[in-house]
């Protein structure tokens, strides 16, 4: 069983409205990600931290999604407004990162989200 | 453009028989790693095995092997005596660290079904 904790599994949103998810990273792992996976199954890179500081993120997180992982609470990403194009599995992993290793990611179950 | 590029998007076995799922990549890095991981029904992501670019032996890990052919950049995932558990979707990743801070560019996956 995943050890990075994923709420909620499923997500209904109506357009416009907020959608926020939370992920636990597995325990010690200072390093978290962000996926979305579409129906297609292509894969896209939103957000990473490693602690409470932001790594790097795409262009689109920089608009209408907002993510944080604060200490001692879960990391969390929120659509500040969402469109049908949102609507995926978004995924949270998390890992080791040392710089150059074998590290890693351990992934959660993701949260389907589903803009109607 | 497509970092990563998994041409079968399905495969079919019979239990007991080798599988052998394939994958390619471009990258321009020296370094990198090529991560095999495969997506349960529930949505998580288990790794199943990588290969690290300098190293020219075939990894292994119990039933997974790789075929990595680098002066091709591809890299294929090998099976052995498939089960009806490890139907499922199998997705090859390419990881460039550190100039990336450890990010995944994921293929598109192939569904692989495992007939009893």
């Known amino acids: 069983n995943s050890k990075v904790i994923q709420t909620p599994r499923y997500l209904v949103k109506g357009q416009g409205q907020k959608a926020k998810m939370r992920c636990i990273p597995e325990?010690?792992?200072?390093?978290v990600f962000w996926y979305q996976q579409n129906k297609n199954n292509e894969f896209k890179f939103l957000i990473n931290?490693?602690?409470?500081?932001?790594?790097?993120q795409i262009d689109m997180t920089e608009k209408r999604f907002s993510a944080e992982c604060p200490s001692n609470s879960p990391c969390s990403l929120e659509i500040q407004s969402s469109e049908a194009g949102d609507s995926a599995l978004y995924l949270c992993?998390?890992?080791?990162?040392?710089?150059?290793?074998?590290?890693?990611?351990?992934f959660g179950h993701g949260t389907k989200l589903s803009v109607l | 453009a497509q970092r990563v590029t998994q041409v079968q998007p399905t495969g079919s076995s019979q239990w007991g028989e080798e599988v052998t799922l394939d994958c390619s990549y471009e990258?321009?890095?020296?370094?990198?790693?090529i991560f095999w991981y495969r997506q349960l029904f529930s949505g998580e992501m288990v790794f199943l095995i990588y290969?690290?670019?300098?190293?020219?032996q075939n990894q292994r890990s119990g039933r997974y092997s790789v075929v990595f052919q680098k002066s091709f950049k591809s890299i294929s995932l090998v099976i052995s005596a498939s089960q009806p558990e490890d139907s499922g979707t199998y997705f090859c990743?390419?990881?460039?660290?550190?100039?990336?801070?450890?990010?995944?560019?994921f293929g598109s996956g192939t569904k692989l079904t495992v007939e009893p």
């Open positions: 290969q690290p670019s300098f190293d020219t």
């Open positions: 931290f490693q602690n409470q500081e932001v790594l790097q």
């Open positions: 992993a998390s890992s080791l990162w040392t710089g150059v290793s074998n590290e890693r990611l351990f």
């Open positions: 990743a390419l990881s460039e660290p550190p100039s990336n801070y450890n990010v995944l560019y």
């Open positions: 325990k010690g792992h200072p390093v």
């Open positions: 990258t321009s890095e020296y370094f990198y790693r």
